[in-house]
T-cell receptor, first 114, second 110 residues
Framework: QKEVEQNSGPLSVPEGAIASLNCTYS??????FFWYRQYSGKSPELIMS????GDKEDGRFTAQLNKASQYVSLLIRDSQPSDSATYLC??????????????FGQGTTLQVKP | DVKVTQSSRYLVKRTGEKVFLECVQD?????MFWYRQDPGLGLRLIYF???????EKGDIPEGYSVSREKKERFSLILESASTNQTSMYLC?????????FGPGTRLTVT
């Protein structure tokens, strides 16, 4: 079992719809969770971080964390073609202490069609 | 804003050459990381450093070494470049767990 799992996609949604991206993780002790957006040929960009169970909203983005079920999701409301990218889920590594080490999923490719 | 810079966006080297990739961050972050990213393989951690002169191997350290003599600078060294090291190399830094990436260096070894 991979430590952080994501469906590779592509996930295709029409413009204006809600895109839902999911991620599961294996280490029940994980405390820090992140979503990165990566456009083709570019480096990953941090868009959301979440540390507590529940929802965290930032503009059109909502991160949801459920530690009991060991999943974290990212909702993108009113999806735009400019949201088309690969979204990476990242979780703090087991035993990472203060090193800041993260485990990244393989990423989900999102396509927003006009 | 956090700024992480990498010395080159594109680099072409010959097999057997010694290659230096430089990364500099301006946020006084303790932690710095080197990844490579290949299609279908995702981000793979090569080495990381959690303090000056402190380093740890990541998942794929073979063929690489690193140097961190100053807090803001973390260098990746390919001792003898090989064609299977052709890849996108990404540097990141963090204060706690939020990692910020540089623009990447696309290295081609011929």
């Amino acid at each position: 079992q991979k430590e952080v799992e994501q469906n590779s996609g592509p996930l295709s949604v029409p413009e204006g719809a809600i895109a839902s991206l999911n991620c599961t993780y294996s280490d029940r002790g994980s405390q820090s969770f992140f979503w990165y957006r990566q456009y083709s040929g570019k480096s990953p960009e941090l868009i959301m971080s979440i540390y507590s169970n529940g929802d965290k909203e930032d503009g059109r983005f909502t991160a949801q964390l459920n530690k009991a079920s060991q999943y974290v999701s990212l909702l993108i409301r009113d999806s735009q073609p400019s949201d088309s990218a690969t979204y990476l889920c990242a979780v703090n590594a087991r035993g990472s202490g203060n090193t800041g080490k993260l485990i990244f999923g393989q990423g989900t490719t999102l396509q927003v069609k006009p | 804003d956090v700024k992480v810079t990498q010395s080159s966006r594109y680099l072409v080297k010959r097999t057997g050459e010694k290659v230096f990739l430089e990364c500099v961050q301006d946020m006084d972050h303790e932690n710095m990381f080197w990844y490579r990213q290949d299609p279908g393989l995702g981000l793979r951690l090569i080495y990381f450093s959690y303090d000056v002169k402190m380093k740890e191997k990541g998942d794929i350290p073979e063929g690489y070494s690193v140097s961190r003599e100053k807090k803001e600078r973390f260098s990746l060294i390919l001792e003898s470049a090989s064609t299977n090291q052709t890849s996108m190399y990404l540097c990141a830094s963090s204060g706690t767990f939020e990692q910020y990436f540089g623009p990447g260096t696309r290295l081609t070894v011929t």
